[in-house]
């Protein structure tokens, strides 16, 4: 049976980040509304990312949240590290990409969500986490298409994720 924390069948979004004119995408599944008024998400950012740097920089960003059928992106955007190869290069090469509020989108994620960072995680009690928090108020929305949000256990049945 899997661990408690590994049963729930969490979505995987990508966040697309931007700082002196570079921009990155990560994969992120860390990530959960926590308010209804204003509406607000916790995200959880990996440590020693180029997406954590950008946004600890500039806490603007945009999530993503993906189509099921986007499961072969998630080692581009996941595995490997925006310091040492340009994703959005890669991506726009495969003609994937498109802009939204100034921010470079994948074109068949099923919703895009443009958020503000209110609060960086700064307590002394996480200090010792893999991941940063941020929580952040949703500035904008758009729905880009109907479809299944891609899940934590299709990247485990593909033998992407072993969790």
């Given at each position: 049976m899997k661990k408690p924390w590994n049963r729930i069948n969490?979505?995987?979004?990508?966040i697309s980040s931007r700082?002196?004119?570079t921009?990155?995408?990560n994969i992120v599944t860390y990530a959960s509304v926590v308010s209804m008024q204003p509406k607000q998400f916790v995200i959880a950012v990996y440590n020693g990312t180029k997406t954590l740097g950008h946004v600890q920089q500039d806490p603007h960003f945009v999530l993503q949240l993906l189509a099921d059928d986007q499961y072969n992106l998630v080692t581009l955007l996941?595995?490997?590290s925006g310091h040492s190869i340009n994703k959005i290069e890669r991506l726009?090469?495969?003609e994937l990409i498109s802009y939204?509020?100034?921010?470079p989108v994948l074109k068949d994620a099923l919703a895009w969500m443009e958020l503000k960072g209110v609060h960086l995680n700064t307590n002394a009690f996480l200090s010792k986490s893999d991941h940063q928090l941020f929580l952040c108020?949703?500035?904008a929305?758009?729905?880009?298409?109907q479809g299944h949000a891609l899940t934590v256990d299709t990247l485990r049945q593909k033998k992407i994720v072993r969790m």
């Open positions: 969490l979505p995987v979004y990508s700082h002196n004119n921009e990155n995408m996941g595995r490997h726009k090469k495969r939204w509020n100034g921010f108020d949703v500035i929305y758009k729905n880009v298409k």
